[in-house]
Every structure is written in C-alpha cells, then in structure tokens.
C-alpha cells in the first residue's frame, strides 16, 4: 500500500492528482473554504493574533485548498475570476454562492472578509503562512505565497489540516481464523487475496482494544458492509458498494490502525500552539465494520483496490483510536462530531432561501437556492456529511468555536 500510493509512479505521487479521480469536500463547494477560514478566524483570536499564523495542510493533493484560503485571506479574486470565499466585488454571483448558505456563526463570525479583527494590530492577510504536506512534486501554478514540503514541519502556530488523509495513510489488514487475527496478504498486481502469519504482539493488543470481534454492549460487529465513501469526480456516486475484487478468505477482517494512529499523534505533535483538524470518513469501537472498508478508485469510479500504483488505496479511519492518541500527545481533550455539525456550527446551515426573495431578485434566489443545495451535498450523511471531524487543541481552548469543546483552557 505504501508503494501504491507513495512510491515511485505512485498514485498520489504522479499523475494529475486525486482530484481528477474522486471529489472530496474542497472540491465539492466554496463553502467548506469559507466555513475552515471561519474556523482559522475563530483560532487566530483565540491564540491572540501571532506575529506569524500557520496554516499546514497535510495531504494537499495539488494545493486546492491552501489556494482558496490563500484567496480568503487576501481579498482577492482567484486567476479563474471566481474566488470561492471572497468575490471581486460585492454583490456578484460569487458574493451569493459562496455565502448564501453561510450564516453568521454560533461563535459571532460575521463576513467571510478575513480582515483584522477589532483587536488584531495586523491584518490575518499580512501574518498567515500557507503550507501544503504532499510527495507529490510542487505543482508549477502553484501561488508562491504556499509553501511546498513533504514533510510535516515542526513548531507549528495555528491550524493544521488534514482533509481525507488518514484514509489514506497506509496500514495492514487481519482476517479473523480459528487460531486468532492473521494478516491478509494481497498480490500487488492481481489483487487476489490469501492468509498469512499469526499478527505480531502489538498489532493483536491494538485489535483486542480497538476492533473486537464484539461490540462493548455485546451486539458485535457491524455486518451490512455498507462503506460510505468518497464521491467520484464528476458522478452521482456517494457511497461504497462492494468493491468486485477477488473472492476473500472467510471470516471477519480489521484494518489495523496502529499506522494512522502514529501518523496523527506525529501531526499533533508538531504543533507548539493551535489546533489540528481531521476531516475523514471512518468509524468506532462499537460500530466496526464486519468486512472492513478497504477500496480502490480511479477516473471517478470505484475498482478493485489493487496496490498496483493504478488507483486511490483507501480504507476508513477508526477515529476513536487515533483521537486517544492524539489527545496523549496533546494533553488536551478533543472534540469528535460529524461533519454536519461541524459545519453548522461555523455558520452552514444549509437553508433554503425565502420564496419572497425569487420575486424580488430572482437571479439572487437562484444563486442561493445553489448555495443551499451546495451545503446540503457537505453535509449529506450517504457522503460527504459521512465525514467526522476530529478537533484537536493543543494549547489553547477551542471550546467558543466548535460545538462539544471542552470549556477548560489546555495545559501550554
């Protein structure tokens, strides 16, 4: 899986990046952009206005992202002229898409503008710093305002992201036998399947905690195999189907996260202040899936997940299992919701736009109404809104921003 996604030729490394492959929620609507300028907002006033403001994005694809951030901050309307958070002048088309289905927020954000809060000595615009995490080489039309690493870098103040990466952060997957967990082996090129060695001590201690065979209320594992997923770009898809591959060993299987735990806990700890967001798809102990998750995808549609370096290997994220992980290295509790929620508590509500505005401006209402359906496809829970959103602080209390928030200042 790591040489499929990562290697030489590999899928995130090469090609036109995952964007023309699936659609994730940055590619699916400005509003996602301007409700993570909200959130970053929200934390600059929290950290009381640094000199310099991070913003690092982990697993940035081709800089989507950072892109229509780096727009936010500054004011200015993107190459395409539509900007996605803020318009080049007010009042356009894109005023409305980008902010009709975006209300003032519980946390008293107003207008998108990311100019300087009333108590901030210098504008965001002239101390946020870009910073996109991918193997991929720097994209050439990349903005010079966002840096290019392919590393997390260290010592980071402000707001790292990380939007449907976990599930892509490569792990090992166990088949349940009579003798206990062994690890389920897969050809790299034909994508067949067979069973090998027992699981080493720390892969069975992850699993007897994590992903039990039952449930802690005795009901067991999860056994309809449905796999919300990743839409495909430019299809209907919203969710996971079996995936065609070869037939598989029998007996129930588990992705063994003990990978994406490392992974998470090594971004947190990056961070000297501020907060890290996971955006992913996944599950809890007591829910796992009986079949696990694991899929392919390419051009749009879903495959076999071969790790043959042809298409996304994903699988989702047990998300209570790298919470607790990254909460160790914080020494701050976290806050896991849906991405519903989440996104309702930065000022998406999603509501359709009064009938009386269609007889007023009916150019307005139809932007709106486009607005509206752009939120309702975030937070649809066959996919996108399938999202968690795992918040956490480090440092700092996020608890005015996110709904769940432990009200108590973390440890510095």
């Known amino acids: 899986m790591e040489r499929a996604l990562y ?6 490394v090469s090609g036109a990046g995952p964007a023309a492959h699936f659609r994730t929620s940055v590619h699916a609507s400005p ?13 600059d006033r929290a950290l009381g206005h640094p000199p310099r403001l991070d913003v690092v994005d982990v697993g940035a694809g081709r800089g989507e992202l950072l892109r229509a951030l780096l727009v936010g901050v500054s004011g200015e309307p993107a190459r395409s002229g539509r900007s996605g958070l803020i318009p080049p002048r007010a009042g356009s088309p894109e005023t409305l898409t980008a902010t009709a289905a975006a209300r003032p927020s519980p946390s008293g954000l107003g207008s998108l503008s990311a100019g300087p809060s009333p108590d901030a000595p210098v504008p965001l615009a002239d101390r946020v710093r870009l910073t996109a995490v991918e193997k991929a080489p720097r994209p050439e039309d990349l903005p010079a305002e966002i ?8 010592g980071i103040t402000g707001l790292l992201l990380a939007t449907e990466w976990l599930d892509n952060v490569p792990l090992d997957l166990a088949v349940d036998t009579p003798e206990g967990w062994r690890y389920l082996l897969v050809d790299p090129t034909t994508g067949e399947e067979s069973v090998g060695d027992l699981v080493d001590a720390a892969d069975a201690d992850w699993l007897d905690r994590w992903w039990p065979l039952t449930g802690s209320d005795g009901a067991g594992l999860t056994g309809s195999g449905f796999r919300a997923a990743r839409p495909a770009e430019g299809s209907s898809l919203t969710a996971r189907s079996r995936s065609g591959r070869p037939e598989p060993p029998t007996g129930a299987r588990a992705e063994i996260g003990r990978t994406r735990d490392k992974a998470w806990a090594d971004a947190v700890q990056r961070i000297e202040k501020g907060c890290a967001l996971a955006v992913d798809y996944g ?23 071969v790790p043959d370096g042809s298409c996304d290997v994903t699988a989702h994220v047990a998300m209570d299992s790298v919470a607790a992980a990254g909460e160790r290295v914080a020494g701050c509790a976290y806050t896991l919701i849906t991405q519903r929620e989440g996104l309702r508590a930065l000022g998406a509500d999603g509501g359709r736009p009064p009938l009386s505005l269609a007889a007023q401006d009916p150019a307005g209402y139809v932007r709106a109404l486009a607005a509206a359906s752009a939120v309702a496809e975030l937070t649809d829970p066959a996919g996108l809104g399938g999202h968690w959103w795992l918040l956490q602080p480090v440092g700092v209390s996020v608890a005015p921003v996110m709904p ?8 510095g």
């Open 31 to 43: 509003v996602f952009s301007a409700c993570l300028l909200r959130l970053l907002l929200d934390l």
């Open 404 to 411: 769940g928030g432990d009200p108590r200042a973390c440890p």
């Open 283 to 305: 599950h809890l102990r007591d829910g796992r899936p009986v079949d696990g998750t694991l899929t392919g995808y390419r051009d749009g549609r879903q495959v076999p997940p």
């Open 7 to 12: 290697g030489p030729g590999g899928f995130f």
């Open 147 to 154: 840096d290019w690493l392919d590393e997390i870098p260290d």
